[in-house]
């Protein structure tokens, strides 16, 4: 009687550990509430260089990748950002100052031209939000037609946090970005949201500085898990001893400022990391002048099989799947 009395206690107990696992339900991702920067100065956000100092491993950027990493926004027409931004991404394979990749013209890459639009939406954090990808693509139909084809409708780039600077010219000290449509949408054992593997999502915390002080990296990591992000694939990015060389290209789509590789605020040698929803340095190495699917053949590429990856592929392939 004892020994069934026993075995029924054992079964409830272990019941309820099972009901109570099953009451910690996963995680809401994205996280609830969840958004971009209100009142986004995206004129300052561009006027210098950014360097990724911590990112997660995407198609596109793999980690062989993560040395030397950097991005540089050259706007068409500074008056009118929403004309969009060549996207100039520069990095190393393999080791510092080895095998340097870049799109835009950065290490003499030519076949793909990066480029961001502001997203199709409006708002106070609508600044915050771009889409971003090669730029016949973007070129291919208006902002909302391309978004909507996508499953982007927020962009698929997104300024989550920013840190104000004190130069005032170029607005932020450093910036935690979220890469894909729906980012970051992989629920985790941490009860945070992480970046998708499956739908190679990107997460990337930006300097200034290529070499920052760790508590500004530390305080950046803290701050994305209180927004609900889970920070444990991010992996440091190399960038003691890097040259950059070949980041600053010269190109008739490169205005002669970014060519020079001068900021808003006067620095020079600047065409830094990024990566950003998509954008990438380092997976765009060529063989060659390729040639690119533009227009609605572009789209209909985008939209159709390769979905999920289609700025991978692009930037890796230099044309469309």
């Known amino acids: ?32 509430g969840l958004d971009s920067v209100k009142d986004f100065d995206l004129q300052a956000y561009i006027a210098a260089p950014w360097y990724a100092v911590e990112q997660v491993v995407v198609t596109y950027q793999p980690r062989n990748s993560f040395y030397c990493t950097r991005a540089r926004y050259v706007p068409v027409d500074p008056s009118n950002l929403q004309k969009g931004v060549t996207v100039i991404n520069y990095g190393n394979r393999d080791g510092v100052n080895n095998n340097p990749v870049g799109v835009s013209g950065a290490a003499g890459n030519r076949s793909v031209e990066l480029f961001a639009v502001p997203a199709p939406v409006s708002g106070p954090t609508a600044a915050s939000k771009l889409l971003v990808g090669p730029k016949q693509f973007l070129a291919a139909a208006p902002a909302a037609v391309v978004a909507q084809r996508l499953g982007a409708p927020n962009g698929n780039y997104r300024v989550v946090a920013a840190g104000p600077s004190k130069d005032k010219s170029i607005g932020y000290d450093w910036a935690i970005i979220v890469g894909g449509a729906s980012a970051p949408s992989e629920p985790t054992a941490s009860g945070l949201c992480g970046p998708s593997k499956a ?3 990107g997460l990337w915390l930006f300097h200034r500085n290529p070499l920052p002080p760790q508590s500004d990296i530390d305080h950046m990591k803290q701050l994305a898990k209180s927004l609900g992000i889970d920070t444990s694939r991010l992996e440091p990015v190399v960038h003691k001893g890097c040259k950059y060389e070949g980041a600053d290209p010269t190109s008739p789509s490169t205005p002669a400022a970014a ?17 950003a929803g998509g954008s990438s340095s380092s997976n765009a190495q060529s063989s060659g002048p390729k040639k690119l699917l533009v ?6 590429a985008a939209a159709g099989g390769c979905k999920q990856h289609w700025l991978g592929w692009l930037l890796a392939h230099g044309k469309g799947c």
């Open 295 to 300: 227009g609605s053949a572009a789209v209909a």
């Open 259 to 275: 060519a020079a590789g001068t900021g808003a605020n006067g620095a020079t040698g600047s065409s830094n990391v990024q990566s």
């Open 199 to 201: 739908k190679d999502e």
């Open 1 to 32: 009687m004892h020994l069934i009395s026993l075995t029924v206690m054992l079964l409830l107990v272990a019941g309820a550990a099972t009901e109570a696992r099953s009451l910690r339900a996963e995680p809401h991702c994205p996280p609830p």
